[in-house]
Nanobody
Framework: QVQLVESGGGLVQPGGSLRLSCVVS????????IGWFRQVPGKERERVSC???????TYLDSVKGRFTTSRDNAKSTVYLQMDSLKPEDTARYYC????????????????WGRGTEVTVSS
């Protein structure tokens, strides 16, 4: 059974940092692209980042230079390091699995986790 479980969300002040983790099970992480998406109720879902099995990455323009995604296949875990957080980063963050990098880039994903809430507020 494919599972993706996010953790690491919370309340942080503007300018602060959080590191989200996505632990996967039921498949071999080495072979897949993992995406991070976020959503605010009433707004469209945004694709925050994708990381391919070759460690190719892509980012939403508004997070470039502030967010970094990485993977540790041995730990079946993908990370999203979020620095210089802004109130507009407030959302529920989800990790997803795609079998191709270009599918993740296009927002085409096969599986989703349940998400972790990130709130940026003073």
């Amino acid at each position: 059974q494919v599972q993706l479980v996010e953790s690491g969300g919370g309340l942080v002040q503007p300018g602060g940092s959080l590191r989200l983790s996505c632990v996967v099970s039921g498949f071999i992480l080495d072979y897949y692209t993992i995406g991070w998406f976020r959503q605010v109720p009433g707004k469209e879902r945004e694709r925050v980042s994708c990381i391919s099995k070759f460690n190719q990455t892509t980012y939403l323009d508004s997070v470039k230079g502030r967010f970094t995604t990485s993977r540790d296949n041995a730990k079946s875990t993908v990370y999203l390091q979020m620095d210089s957080l802004k109130p507009e980063d407030t959302a529920r963050y989800y990790c997803t699995r795609s079998n191709l990098f270009r599918k993740c880039e296009a927002g085409n994903t096969e599986y989703w986790g349940r998400g972790t809430e990130v709130t940026v507020s003073s």
